[in-house]
């Protein structure tokens, strides 16, 4: 870099602080905004009509039965949010080892999705994830034997919840589970079943993170042994994450995200260099509870630093946002 030599000599002729003089002009010349389209909510939906059941380790969101989660979707649609990401929860005592409740017809996240569009239509894109922990006895997000996850006898299952998703009505379907070759299972299946318009969003880069604490107590699928280390991304990678982005991309992925967000803003630049997909970031529930906390107890100015969390995700390359904090930052006005 040069130096300009009346800057040396002391006068000033390029002066970067004339943009800044006012919130219109500093609006004006800003280089990364977040908007009502780039945002997701994510919803956990029971397996029943009505209910209404706060989670309390993520204050402000609660898991909705079917019906009123359809209300809660539309009242938010009316602030501007069209985008949900749903999880479901089987009835009391119908987990079992395969998962393979995930996979009804009947399933929460089936009925939620068949629901929304009945009601919403093309207003609203329905994405589902897709996984088997919330289902499995053992919580894992695949076929658990002898203490490890079989990677290939996981993959049927999990084209089987994406096929009873689709046949729903879902718009994308987002496995999250990070089996190999699942992306091209998926998108095999939908196309041999007659749905190649639903598209995959794939958790490309998830990670093995100490931040999904809450949304574990929400989805009830934490493992009851071990961890899932073996299968999701340690934190300390990034040139597997490029290459994990990759290898979903040519297996058909039509989106790709990385999980979580604010821990792996790094991750997030260096996919969005390597992809020219469309590119999500998960802003996790550990995140989310984390800030609510601490705004709780007067530490934190929560507006100011959601509204400061979801430019640095743009920012550092995110086209979509997945956030729990999607429905307040645009009903108090904090973007």
Known sequence: MTIDSSEVSGQLTKRPRRLRTTERLRALVRESRVSAEQLVMPHFVLPTDRAEDPVESMPGISRYGVKNLAERVLADADLGIRAVLLFGTPEDGKKNERG??????????????????????????????????????????????????????????????????????????????????RVAAIRRGLDEADYGDVGILSYAAKYASAYYGPFRDAAESTPATGDRKAYQMDPANVREAIREA??????????????????????????????????????????????????????????????????????????????????????????
């Open 246 to 335: 990759y290898l979903d991309e040519q297996e058909g992925a039509d989106m790709l995200m990385v999980k979580p967000a604010l821990a792996y803003l790094d991750v997030v630049r260096a996919v969005r260099e390597e992809t020219r997909l469309p590119l999500a970031t998960y802003n996790v529930s550990g995140e989310y509870s984390a800030v609510k906390a601490a705004a709780a107890r007067g530490w934190l100015d929560e507006a100011a630093v959601v509204r400061e969390n979801l430019v640095a995700m743009t920012r550092a390359g995110a086209d979509l946002i997945i956030t729990y904090h999607s429905r307040e930052a645009l009903e108090r006005g904090w973007l």
């Open 100 to 181: 393979t409740p995930a996979s009804s017809p009947s399933s929460a996240v089936a009925r939620a999705v068949e629901t929304l569009k009945q009601r919403a239509g093309d207003e609203i894109v329905v994405i589902t994830d897709v996984c088997l922990c919330a289902y499995t006895s053992h919580g894992h997000c695949g076929v658990l034997r002898d203490g490890k996850v079989i990677n290939d006898e996981t993959l049927p299952l999990l084209k089987d919840i994406a096929l009873a998703h689709a046949g729903a009505g879902a718009d994308l379907v987002a496995p999250s589970d990070m089996m190999d070759g």
